[in-house]
């Protein structure tokens, strides 16, 4: 009966497919974990419960969060709504103004930021600027072209023939049908003279007031009309790139390109094609490109339904350019899911909606490869909505489909790549990134809600607060109308209470108190792959202790195959502690009973629902076997 030891000293492999359950030659299934819920992985290699939410405001509904930096020292939250753009700082609402858009247009919102102004872009509605004037203070409208781009859509051999070359009264007539009401308001340009369309006859006759004196009133075949617009569509993203504002595609040029001049961030004049100027192309290949992102990194990186792109010229001039198609991986076409900045990859999820996508660019091979961040974990991936980055503890957060946040705890010097999965009594909509802070938009129940990670709080759709004197009611808690709420008075978790008329009511009073939803850390290693002194796989398996090595741990429960106890270093009864103690700092050995025949079953498992810290470092395992 020979004695084994095992030390896991690394949760760095994340949670991993049940597909792997039979694969214990792979690295990573030493370092991984058969489900990791309601945790992180530390860049360390250790893992932690994740932190609460502190509950901020309600919102009106489904919501996109974007943030904006104002300056190093002025960062707002966006909440666009439908119909609505609510603007938040220090977690406060600050400001409320209309939009154009409505709820089932949210998903197909794109945006980008320069200095104090917002860009947003739809295909379906007109571009909006978003300016902040004052703390309190913001405005949308729609973007105003210095020169826009124009395009000329349908049969090259349609002929239009002006009345008169200048002037308010001026007619056009089509050879073909080519004009509709939704015209009005637009531009032709024959023979590069610009006339602005005020009334629709028929299909063919149009009115309008010219904006240039035409060259003559022949027939021409020489004109194009507006790239956008109500008729044609409006652009589908942008960016900002090397002092450009970047456009990609549009409802009806879904492949194209537009980058304004330089320094001129609404002129697309096309001018002579001197290096200023602005450009313009389409993406052709043997597939269709339908543009979804465009992002600013080493290069110019264009994400299609279809490939990946890179875009060279140092710097970018009608001359220089160079397109590259990359990959072919293709982006989401049900919505837009704005791509990653992690230490100079791109990250994105592909069009497939089960993987994540690091696209990154080599030296030796002087290209891009689009790496499968998910190989391993595919099973929690599933169509992802929305990324966020927090660069200080490295931790990736993607909202999926499904309402579950995943969790990739990402640091490439390291060659960590580390998957968990967030669970919440509800669902997770949308988040974002704002200095170290990481936002969610929350939907319980029906309701939708703002609410942030809190390292101070370790339930959901929390609240906290003080009192000079201990106090037994305790309000704030409407958004949880009669639900019970787990409670931590004064440190030490207190049971449950019912939310009545917004307030609880608790036994003994205390001066501190936070009360939210309850959530559940597991934490279940993958089964040992045991083998005899000859090499046979070993019987059955009886495990006679587990040593963890915690961190500034206050409460943990371990199931050995009987049920989850309490790690005897603090005064547990009923799921919740007597006093409040410090955190626990050390190692503690739990005993363990009886044989184990199923080899596909862990040896240990960590659960709990205890509202209070809980941080593993390391787990040795003692056991005994039979040849």
Not at 310 to 319: C, I
């Amino acid at each position: 009966m020979p004695a084994l030891r095992r030390i896991k000293t690394s949760f760095t492999a994340g949670e991993l497919a049940p597909e792997l359950s039979g694969r214990p030659d792979l690295r990573a299934y030493e370092n991984g974990a058969r489900r990791l819920r309601n945790v992180v992985i530390l860049p360390t290699g250790g893992v932690a419960r994740r932190p609460g939410l502190r509950w901020l405001a309600q919102l009106d509904g489904p919501a996109r969060l974007i943030p904006f930096e104002f300056s190093t020292e002025q960062t707002y939250l966006l909440a666009l709504t439908a119909g609505r753009l609510a603007v938040f700082r220090d977690d406060v609402q600050v400001a409320s103004i209309a939009t154009p858009y409505t709820g089932a247009q949210l998903g197909q919102i794109a945006w980008t930021q320069s200095a104090d102004t917002l860009l947003l872009a739809h295909p379906d509605v007109a571009p909006q600027r978003v300016t902040r004037t004052g703390h309190s203070s913001w405005q949308i409208a729609p973007w105003s072209f210095i020169a826009e781009p124009f395009f000329r859509f349908g049969d090259p051999a349609v002929t239009l023939t002006p009345s008169a070359i200048s002037g308010g009264g001026i007619t056009l007539s089509a050879s073909a049908p080519v004009f509709v009401a939704q015209h009005v308001g637009l531009i032709f340009r024959l023979n590069r003279k610009r006339v602005r369309i005020t009334s629709v006859t028929s299909s063919t006759l149009a009115g309008g007031v010219g904006l240039d004196t035409l060259t003559d009133t022949n027939a021409t075949t020489n004109w194009d009309e507006s790239a956008f617009g109500a008729v044609r569509g409006w652009p589908v993203c942008c960016c900002f790139h090397q002092d450009r504002l970047v456009l990609g595609g549009s409802r009806d040029l879904p492949n194209r390109l537009w980058l304004s001049r330089s320094g001129q961030l609404f002129n697309f004049d096309l001018g002579t094609g001197l290096d200023d100027q602005a450009i313009e192309f389409g993406l052709m290949s043997d597939q269709v490109n339908a543009i979804r992102a465009v992002f600013s990194g080493r290069h110019l990186q264009v994400f299609t339904s279809g490939a990946e792109w890179m875009v060279t010229g140092d710097p970018l001039t009608p001359g220089n350019i160079q397109l590259n198609r990359q990959t072919r991986v293709g982006s989401p076409t049900d919505r837009i899911v704005p791509p990653v900045d992690v230490d100079g990859a791109t990250i994105f999820a592909a069009r497939g909606g089960k993987s994540l996508h690091e696209f990154v660019y080599t030296d030796v091979e002087q290209a891009y490869q689009a790496n499968d961040l998910a190989l391993v974990s595919r099973h929690l991936v599933d169509r992802p909505q929305g990324m966020a980055f927090d660069q200080t503890r490295r931790l990736l957060h993607i909202v999926m489909g499904d309402g579950n946040l995943a969790t990739l705890t990402i640091y490439r010097a390291e060659q960590v790549t580390a998957w968990t999965r967030q669970e919440t009594d509800g669902a997770f909509r949308a988040v974002a990134e704002i200095d170290g802070n990481v936002y969610l938009a929350t939907e319980r129940a029906g309701r939708h809600a703002l609410e942030r990670l809190d390292d101070a709080l370790a339930l959901d759709a929390a609240i906290d607060g003080t009192m000079p004197t201990p106090a037994a009611t305790w309000h704030g808690l409407d958004h949880l109308e009669g639900r019970a709420v787990a409670v931590v008075s004064d440190g030490a978790p207190r049971g449950t209470a019912i939310v009545a008329g917004g307030a609880i009511t608790i036994d003994p009073p205390a001066r501190r108190l936070a009360a939210g939803l309850a959530f559940t850390h597991l934490i279940e290693p993958l089964p040992p792959e045991l083998l005899t002194a000859v090499g046979a796989k070993a019987g059955p398996v009886r495990l006679v202790s587990v040593t963890f090595r915690l961190l500034e741990t206050a409460a943990l429960e371990v199931d050995l195959g009987r049920g989850p106890v309490p790690v005897p270093f603090r005064r547990l009864g009923a799921g919740a502690l007597d006093t409040a103690l410090s955190p626990f700092t050390g190692e503690r050995v739990i005993r363990a009973l009886g044989w184990q025949r199923d080899a596909s079953t862990p040896l240990w498992r960590v659960t709990g629902a205890v509202p209070l810290p809980a941080k593993i470092l390391s787990v040795t395992t003692d056991m005994r076997v039979n040849d």
